[in-house]
């Protein structure tokens, strides 16, 4: 299970889309738990990261996946000798801590992990554990927060209606060129013109969506491949391995993404 705790010292570069973080704050303020919604690689992880250190909480991050189970999530009871001790799992913790709870990708959990979502977006912000019979309100400053990507699934299927309306949703998308072409430069190291030529050619490989391309190239697939060109490796070979091969495995559309790249980098 992974569950990353971390309070940040320097401020998470996060260049704003819209008026996503005046809303975040204001959630944050009011108690309300938030939805993240959007594709790979577009920002999600970051703004959250970002949102934490601007409201100076601690961030509780945990990637949700069909092994979770509840008990991975509140905790459970550890065998010390000859004694039985109680340990916190990440959402106990981050319910006792007034931490911002990240809960990512979180309709790959399995149904009976989102139960503990339920109470936890509630206006009354508790937490019960049944095992030990402990009922926790969310110390204040805790937030729940949760994100998936639409296009995996069709919807928050495990989440009741009820559930669902206790969030505010943020959509996220890629960036405009503009945005896109700053993150680019400072995220990967490089020169504006490389994150123009960058920018330029993930707007012209996204359309190949239309041509059974499952997922557009992310914003972080083209900070990957800036980080490899600051580093030394060739534009056009850093873009193959860092766009090209994590995009696709089909050949025909392998060979399209490439003809694009040799079109920008000679
Ligand atoms: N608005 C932004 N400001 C700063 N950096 C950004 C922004 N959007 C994307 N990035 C860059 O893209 C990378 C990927 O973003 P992030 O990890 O937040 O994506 P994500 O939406 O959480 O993706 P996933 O759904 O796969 O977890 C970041 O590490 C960062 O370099
Ligand atoms: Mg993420």
Known sequence: MQAIQARCDGEPFYLAQGDEIEIFAQCHRQGLPVMLKGPTGCGKTRFVEHM?????????????????????????????????VWQDGPVTQAV????????????????DTTVVIHPLSDHRRVLSLDKTGEVIDAAPGFQLVISYNPSYQHALKDLKPSTRQRFVALEFDFPDSGREIEIVAVEGGVERACAVALVTLAGRIRPLRDRGLAEAPSTRVLVAAARLIAAGIPERKACEVAIAGPLTDDPTLIAAVRDLIAGHFH
């Open 96 to 111: 006792r801590r007034g931490a911002i709870l990240y809960l990512d990708e979180v309709v790959e959990a399995r149904p």
């Open 52 to 84: 934490a250190w601007r409201l100076g909480r601690p961030m509780v991050s945990v990637a949700c996946h069909d092994d979770l189970t509840a008990s991975d999530l509140l905790g459970r009871f550890l065998i010390r000798g000859d004694e039985t």
